[in-house]
């Protein structure tokens, strides 16, 4: 381009297209349209002044979503006969094991007249490649396969006719390695 602001072929430079603006301040965002239109269960997210961005706040919401979308995928599954649903429960964070990293991890509390040998019976029969589903014996409200957290049922669990149904989710996103409860 010359000095007279045009191309050397003798065209008119274009001009470059400016960018939108959606928060004074806040920097470069990648975001869906669904957030911007406000159809998304995601809200922005501000940074307040001195504060960290907006990232690592998402990062448990997403965490918390992929844990409790595993505990409803058990309370979608068809129950045996003789068994009620009493609740479900999930929990994302470091929940058992060593070092780092995230898991998920989603339950049901059933009451049921089979025994505990015909629930492990059925519900492998419904296990899918993303949803294995473990049955054991539940004695109390505390659920303890969780070591590092706690996790209670609700229900005033009493008798030998309860029993847990949980399953680990999982999640291929990069949302676990920001979330400082995996950690």
Known sequence: MGLSGKKRNGQPEKKQQ???????????TIVSKSILNGTSRLKWLFRQE??????FLTAPVI???????TADKLADLPFPD???MLESVYKAGKLTGNGNGMQYFGAILIQSG????????YYAG???DAL???VERQAGETIDMIEHAELTFKTNVS?????????WGDNDTIFHEFDLRGH
């Not at 965490?63 to 979308?69: F, H, P, T, V, Y």
């Not at 008798?159 to 399953?167: A, L």
Request: aromatic share 10%.
């Open 159 to 167: 008798g030998n006719d309860y029993f847990i149904v949980y399953s």
């Open 63 to 69: 965490n918390d979503r992929i844990a409790e979308q």
């Open 18 to 28: 400016e960018m939108k603006v959606y928060i004074q301040g806040a920097g470069g």
């Open 114 to 121: 089979c025994s505990h040998e015909e629930l492990k019976t």
């Open 82 to 84: 003789h068994t009620e």
């Open 132 to 134: 294995d589903c473990t």
């Open 50 to 55: 001195g504060g960290h961005g907006n990232f």
């Open 126 to 128: 419904l296990a899918e």
